[in-house]
C-alpha cells in the first residue's frame, strides 16, 4: 500500500494547521476582486513583471506555434499540465483540502455528540493540537475518509462548494478561491488563446478539485485530474448513484503523476508547471517529449504578499526540483521578481 | 477480484475466434473507402434513412441547442458518451482487440520458440481450439497479459498501430478501422458540429483504442476512456518510461462506465449510445440526468451487411437491456432499417 502511505505522509501536514505562523501580514479583505480580463487580452502576461523568465515563455509559444518554424506544434500535441497547490493557489499554513477537512468534522459536530469524547474527533474540536498528533497517521486518515467517503458524489461535490462560498483562510481571511495567482491565470489564459489544451494535475482529490476549479481557472472539468477514491456504481432504487467509498484508489503525485497524465490526456505534455519535488516527475515526463518543451517551477520567495519556502519546507518541499531544475535550465519563477501581483484584486 | 473476473469472463469469447460461422457474405475489398465528408456536411446524417429514429435524434438535438429553448443544455453540459465494440464498430466474430492477441501472439511466437511446445500458445499457434479451451480462463488471460504487458506504454502504442495498419478481418477482409459505422460516424459529427464533447467509453483497453481511435473517429485521446492496465513511471536511466504492468486495473463495463465517466469526465452525459447489456448503466445514469437527456441502444438487426444478434448472443448480448429501453422509450436502431449504409465506402 505505498500509495495509501504516501497519502498519510501528506495529511501528517495537516499539524501546520495548528502550530504554523505564516510570515506573512494579515491582509484585509478587499471589497472587489477582479481578474484583470481586460487587460489580459491586451497585454497577455500583464502581471508578470518584464524579465528573462516571461520573456522565455513567450518566445516559447511564439516559436512552437509559428506556422514554418522549425519548432511548430500541432494543436493536437499542445498539451500544458499544471499542478495546483503551490502553483495555482497557495498551500499555506497547510493544503486547503485539509484545511476543509477540518472545518468539515467542526461542521459535523451537532450530528455526531460521541465525537466530543472520541478521538481523533475530540483533538479537532478542541483545537488540542498536541492530542491529536497522538492520534497519528491513523488518526488523520479517518478524518480524511470521515470527511471525504461514504457519501455520493453529488452531495459530496455540494459540501465543498458550500464550502468554498463560505470559509475563509485563517490569516488571508479571504475566501480560497481568491487565493489563486493573478499571474498564473493569465498564463492559463495566454495558452488557451494559443490552442493549447491546459490540464491540472494534482495531488488534491479530484472531486474536490473539480467542484470549484472549473469556474476559478476556466478549465473543464475532465482537464481536471487528481488523486481518487474508489468508487461504486448502484441502481438499486431505480436512482443511480455513484458512491465514494473509503478506500483511496491513487495518489496523484511524484510518479503518480505521469501514470495519471498518461491515463486520462494519453499524450506526453509539452508544458509543465509545478512548485514542489512532487512535481518533479511529471516535469521530467515533459521534458521527455522529442517536441520542444517547457518545463517551470514557481519558487515561493515572497515572504510578505504571500509565503517564503523551499528546501526544508513540509509544505511544498523544493528541494531535488530545484537542483534538477537549475542543472537542467528550467525556468524558475521568482514570485517576489518575476510577479507584480500575487493574488487577484491586488495592487 | 470482481473486476479480473469480469474481465477473464470476456476474454473467454476469445473462443469464438474459433467457432463462430459467421452469417455474413464475405464481402470484396473496396478499393477506395470515403467517409462522405461533404455529404455529411449538407445532410448530418446521410446515411441514416427517413423514420422516427433519426427524426428523434434531429429533433432532441434542436431542443437542447436552440438558446430559448425550455431544454437548452449549456454548452459545458453537452456531453455525449458512445461504447466502442458493436457501437461504434463490428465485434463479430470476436472483439477486435481479441483479435489483436491471437494475432500478436503468432508474431511474437519466432522469438519465443520455447511456445511450440507450451500451452497455452501452443494452441493458438495451432489454432488448436479444443486445446486452447482446455487452458481456460487462467490460459487466455496469459495470453491477455503477455501480449498487453511487459513494455512501454509507446511500444505497446506502436504495436498496435502497426498492426491496425496491416492486419485484415477474417471474413470481412477489411482493415479493422474500416469496419466502423458509417452513420456513427455522422452521429459523432453531428453532435460535435452542435458543440457536443464526445468521448468514448469502451469495455476495450484504454490505450489499445487511442492508438487508432483519435484518427478514425476525429476524438482526441483524452476524449477517450478505457479499461486499464496497472503502470509504473521510472526515471532510472534518466529517460522517463511508463510501464505496462501485468495487472488489470480497471474494467471500464457494466458498473465501471458510470463510475469511468465520474473519474475522467466528472459530468453526467446527457447523451449515451450502447448496444449490449454491458452498455446498460452507463445509459441509465444519463437517463438520471435532470438536463433532457437522450439514451440510444444500436440493435444488430443485418445478418446480411453486417451481423444479426441479440439477446441470447455471447458477444455483445441485448437482453435486459433491450427490455428497459422498450419499457423506457429510449431508441433502438435497427441497423437493417434505419442505416442506408453500414461501413465507409458502401453503397
Redesign the interface.
Known amino acids: 500500500m505505498k500509495n495509501k502511505s504516501t497519502l498519510l505522509a501528506k495529511t501528517a501536514l495537516l499539524s501546520l494547521l495548528f502550530v504554523a505562523t505564516p510570515s506573512c501580514k494579515k491582509e484585509t479583505v478587499k471589497e472587489t476582486q477582479t481578474t484583470k480580463t481586460e487587460a489580459v487580452a491586451e497585454n497577455p502576461l500583464a502581471s508578470w513583471n518584464d524579465g528573462k523568465n516571461k520573456q522565455a515563455i513567450i518566445d516559447y509559444v511564439k516559436d512552437v506555434t509559428t506556422e514554418g518554424s522549425a519548432n511548430f506544434i500541432p494543436v493536437?500535441d499542445r498539451i500544458a499540465t499544471f499542478d495546483n497547490d503551490g502553483t495555482l493557489w497557495s498551500e499555506q499554513p497547510a493544503y486547503f483540502q485539509l484545511l476543509f477537512v477540518m472545518d468539515r468534522i467542526k461542521a459535523m459536530a451537532p450530528e455526531h455528540p460521541d465525537w466530543k469524547n472520541k478521538q481523533p474527533y475530540k483533538a479537532v474540536l478542541d483545537n488540542n493540537m498536541p492530542e491529536l498528533m497522538k492520534e497519528g497517521k491513523k488518526g488523520l486518515f479517518e478524518l480524511l475518509m470521515t470527511t471525504h467517503a461514504g457519501m455520493p458524489?453529488d452531495v459530496f461535490e455540494k459540501t465543498v462548494k458550500d464550502w468554498m462560498a463560505t470559509a475563509k483562510h485563517p490569516t488571508k481571511n479571504k475566501p480560497y478561491n481568491q487565493l489563486v495567482f493573478q499571474p498564473m491565470l493569465e498564463l492559463i489564459n495566454y495558452l488557451k488563446a494559443n490552442q493549447f489544451?491546459v490540464?491540472i494535475v494534482s495531488g488534491g482529490g479530484?472531486?474536490f478539485m473539480?467542484a470549484w476549479a472549473?469556474d476559478t481557472y476556466g478549465i473543464?472539468?475532465?482537464?481536471?485530474i487528481g488523486s481518487?477514491f474508489k468508487?461504486?456504481?448502484?441502481?438499486t432504487k431505480g436512482?443511480?448513484t455513484?458512491t465514494r467509498l473509503p478506500e483511496l484508489e491513487f495518489n496523484d503525485d511524484k510518479?503518480?503523476k505521469?501514470?495519471a497524465i498518461?491515463?486520462?490526456?494519453?499524450?506526453k505534455p509539452v508544458i509543465a508547471v509545478g512548485n514542489s519535488d512532487g512535481d518533479l516527475?511529471m516535469l521530467?515526463?515533459a521534458?521527455?517529449n522529442p517536441l520542444k518543451n517547457l518545463e517551470v517551477y514557481i519558487h515561493h520567495t515572497d515572504s510578505v504578499r504571500e509565503w517564503a519556502y523551499d528546501r526544508k519546507s513540509h509544505i511544498g518541499g523544493f528541494d531535488k526540483g530545484w537542483d534538477e531544475a537549475a542543472q537542467k535550465g528550467w525556468l524558475i519563477i521568482d514570485m517576489k521578481k518575476d510577479w507584480k501581483v500575487i493574488y487577484p484584486g491586488d495592487k
Open positions: 493536437a458524489t489544451k490540464f479530484i472531486e473539480r472549473e473543464p472539468k475532465d482537464q481536471i481518487t468508487e461504486q456504481f448502484e441502481n436512482n443511480p455513484i510518479e503518480g505521469p501514470v498518461n491515463k486520462f490526456i494519453g499524450r516527475q521530467q515526463y521534458a521527455s
